[in-house]
């Protein structure tokens, strides 16, 4: 693993993933999360509807929904958890994951799959699993009782909630 300081924190793993830290929203916890300690209930989730949408487009890029089917990825196209996308070796794009993090780059050839999108009132579950290519991305902190983590063939990296 290759980790380096930059702003706060930079995370490097493999050569093939680079996430570091600038900016983010805080949350303030929900009366339930304050009562467990800032963890979120599970009545806290909501499940299968975060959403991640392209934000800008360069070269072709596609995205294999749950049902194994392949479309083009539009700038404005919105995306799901269990989505697959691939961007082509001169294709670029960058994802805004909305509630679940902040603007992410996936540079050419890459191919990641947005495994876990979940997000409740105070809190956020974010896994990213990066197949192939690099992503870049950026936050602050990751409020308590959520977590921000990007997978590859060969490691887990998290960035630490407060």
């Excluded at 999360?33 to 949408?53: H, M």
């Excluded at 995205?63 to 700038?75: A, E, L, P």
């Excluded at 996308?85 to 993090?101: P, Q, S, V």
Aim: proline share 6%; net charge positive.
């Amino acid at each position: 693993m290759n980790i380096r300081l930059r702003d706060c924190l930079a995370l490097g793993v493999t050569a093939s993933l680079l996430v570091s830290c600038s900016t983010s929203q805080s949350h303030a916890p929900s009366p339930q999360a304050q009562a467990q300690g800032g963890a979120p209930s599970p009545a806290d989730w909501v499940l299968g509807e975060a959403r991640v949408t392209a934000l800008s487009m360069e070269g072709r890029a596609s995205y294999q929904d749950q049902s194994g089917r392949w479309h083009r990825v539009r700038v404005g196209e919105r995306l799901s958890e269990g989505d697959r996308l691939r961007l082509e070796r001169d294709a670029i794009c960058d994802l805004d994951l909305g509630e679940n993090g902040p603007v992410v780059s996936l540079v050419p050839g890459t191919i990641v799959l947005l495994e876990r999108l979940r997000h409740g009132p105070t809190s956020f579950e974010t896994l990213l699993s990066v197949e192939r290519g690099r992503i870049l991305g950026s936050t602050q902190h990751v409020p308590k009782g959520s977590s921000y983590r990007i997978r590859t063939k060969s490691s887990l990296v998290g960035i630490p909630n407060e």
